[in-house]
């Protein structure tokens, strides 16, 4: 009996899932957008950098998990039933998950232009889990007032998608353990 499913990556799927997970990221994002205005007002700046820096690693954490474990199950399907080499295929699930954020940032530059309302505070909502780096950069919520410098900040953060999804996926399909590579490293170091 000859499994063709078996023989074959679903690569649709891997790149509803990547959609999916940006969607959880989001749901965590607001957690940590939740806690971020719980203190922001007691901590101020130090608030943004932290939570800032819990919602950047929120975003590496799931879509690296998701990139280890997709490369793994892809690499035992080319092994084990000759489906087709896709090594580098966690870039095109990171640019799909990253999809929805530059979408938010076109309307952003139309709001700008003057071309629809402000959208600056949805721009921010969109992005729950840059939230706190955004607030920074554009802390009223009138656009008109942002320093239009922080384009550049909003066309980078979105970039952690590809970048994350791409390098994981590429360590689960190359069977990297990133846990082993931290813990030997440690041990060599401390035998010097």
Not at 61 to 67: F, I, K, L, P, R
């Amino acid at each position: 009996m000859d499994n063709t499913s078996d023989n074959k990556i679903n690569k649709k799927k891997l790149l509803l899932w990547g959609f999916i997970k940006f969607l959880e990221c989001e749901l965590m994002g607001t957690f940590v957008l939740l806690f971020y205005w719980a203190v922001s007002v007691s901590f101020g700046t130090f608030a943004n950098i932290l939570f800032g820096f819990v919602g950047i690693t929120t975003v590496v954490c799931v879509m690296a998990d998701y990139g280890l474990k997709q490369g793994d199950k892809a690499r035992n399907k080319v092994t084990l039933h000759g489906a087709e080499p896709c090594r580098n295929f966690g870039l095109a699930i990171g640019v799909v998950a990253m999809l929805p954020l530059y979408i938010a940032l076109f309307f952003l530059v139309l709001s700008r232009l003057g071309i629809i309302g402000n959208f600056l505070p949805a721009f921010k909502l969109i992005n729950t889990f840059f939230f706190p780096i955004i607030d920074l950069a554009a802390h009223d919520p009138n656009i008109e007032n942002m320093n239009p410098a922080a384009f550049i900040l909003f066309a980078a953060e979105p970039l952690i998608f590809p970048i994350t999804t791409w390098i994981s996926f590429k360590w689960g399909y190359d069977q990297i353990d990133p846990a082993d590579k931290i813990i030997y490293k440690s041990q060599k170091s401390d035998k010097k």
